[in-house]
Structure formats: C-alpha cells, structure tokens
C-alpha cells in the first residue's frame, strides 16, 4: 500500500536560516509523483512544488527545493532564507501509477520561524 | 492563475439539515475533488470527479453525496449532517490526474 510519512509534527527555525521537511514515501509503483503543499492558518492549500519518479534532477522552484533521493524514497523540501511568512503547515502528498487520481497525503508538519 | 471559490468560509448548520457545500473552478480543470481535514488525521478524500456527471467514491464517502452538472462546478452534499461532520472542506481542482490540484480556501462547517 502507498504511504507518506512526515516524521516532524513540529520544527521552529530562526529567519533568514535554511530548514529541511522530512517525507518519506511507500510505494511499489515505477512512476509516481511528488508534491509538497503549504497551508496558512488561513487555511488555503498552496501547491508549492513537484518532482517526478523519472526526473532527473532535483526540482526547484525559488527558495524551495526537493531533495529527492528514490533509493532512500524521501522526497524533504528545503526552504532557504526562511521568511516570517513561512510559518504555516507543510504537506507532502504522492500521486501513484496508472489511472490514480488520487493523492496521498501525509500528516503534516507545522513549522514556525523565529524573528 | 487558477481560481477555485468556495461558496461559504464559516458555516454553521444544525443536525439533520441538508447541507450544499459548492465550489466553482475557473480554469477548465477535468478533475474536481473534496476533502475534509480535521486535527491528526490530515486530507481524506470524499469524493472525486473526472468529468461532468460522472463521479467516484473517496476513502470517506458515507454520509456525503456530490453533484458535476457543469464542468466548473463540484457541489458537496450532507443529506441529513451529523455531529461528526464538523470538519474543515476543501475542494480542489487539477488539469489533469497528472497535475498538482488547486485549493479552495476551505469551508469550516460546524454542526450543532
């Protein structure tokens, strides 16, 4: 069965420093996907960014990174020069194989960054 | 940018009443989606649909039911809502099963 695993209920970070979201991911598909997700307390889910089974390099989008290491099946994030605005609830989610719509998604961890 | 609104923020309903939770999508996604999130269990997934009118369960179907007569449109409906429907729900939207889905602001029902 597909799982994520987010190790972190909780991280805090001091601002402008870098931080590193652990996910961990089960599954024997070949081809599957990655993505990580942000919500505010004001609730809204903001898709942050993706990274493919296939892709040969790491996904970057700004300040965020994914350390994907398949043989391992972990998929961190990495933001850089955390920001006060960074403060918000992290989701790592896998989509399978196939004709899959469906996400799964992890528990989530709540990051707070430090002025 | 992809906008998907959900009808109400905060909603508050009494037990037993019908409830229509609807969101509406404006970028001609195929796949439409809700969830309800509550505190140490994360997304679960209601009910998704690929198409106009057609559907499929979630891993929480029981009690909720769902409507696509237009594309852009995705209604949740609770036939007779419960204590235990208290949640946060929140549609998405996606171009594609392939795709990142696109979040509503979620709608935070409480039911007396």
């Known amino acids: 069965a597909q799982k994520i695993t987010q190790t972190q209920p909780g991280m805090f970070v001091q601002e402008k420093e870098a931080v590193t979201l652990d996910c961990t991911y089960d599954?024997?598909?070949?081809?599957?996907?990655l993505f990580w997700y942000k919500q505010p307390s004001s609730g809204e889910m903001i898709f942050l960014i993706y990274q493919g089974s296939y892709d040969q390099q790491n996904a970057t989008e700004g300040r965020y990174s994914l350390n994907f290491q398949k043989a391992r099946k972990s998929a961190n994030l990495v933001i850089s020069a955390s920001q006060l605005g960074d403060s918000a609830m992290y989701f790592c989610a896998m989509r399978g194989a196939g004709n899959n719509r469906k996400l799964i998604w992890g528990l989530g961890t709540s990051l707070a960054v430090n002025p | 940018d992809v906008k998907v609104t959900q009808s109400s923020r905060y909603l508050v309903k009494r037990t037993g009443e019908k409830v229509f939770l609807e969101c509406v999508q404006d970028?001609?996604?195929?796949?439409m989606f809700w969830y309800r999130q509550d505190p140490g269990l994360g997304l679960r997934l209601i009910y998704f649909s690929y198409d106009v009118k057609m559907k499929e369960k979630g891993d929480i179907p029981e009690g909720y039911s769902v409507s696509r007569e237009k594309k852009e449109r995705f209604s949740l409906i609770l036939e007779s809502a419960s204590t235990n429907q208290t949640s946060m729900y929140l549609c998405a939207s996606s171009w594609t099963e392939t795709y990142e889905q696109y979040f509503g602001p979620g709608t935070r029902l409480t039911v007396t």
């Open positions: 970028m001609d996604h195929e796949n």
């Open positions: 599954t024997s598909d070949p081809s599957y996907g």
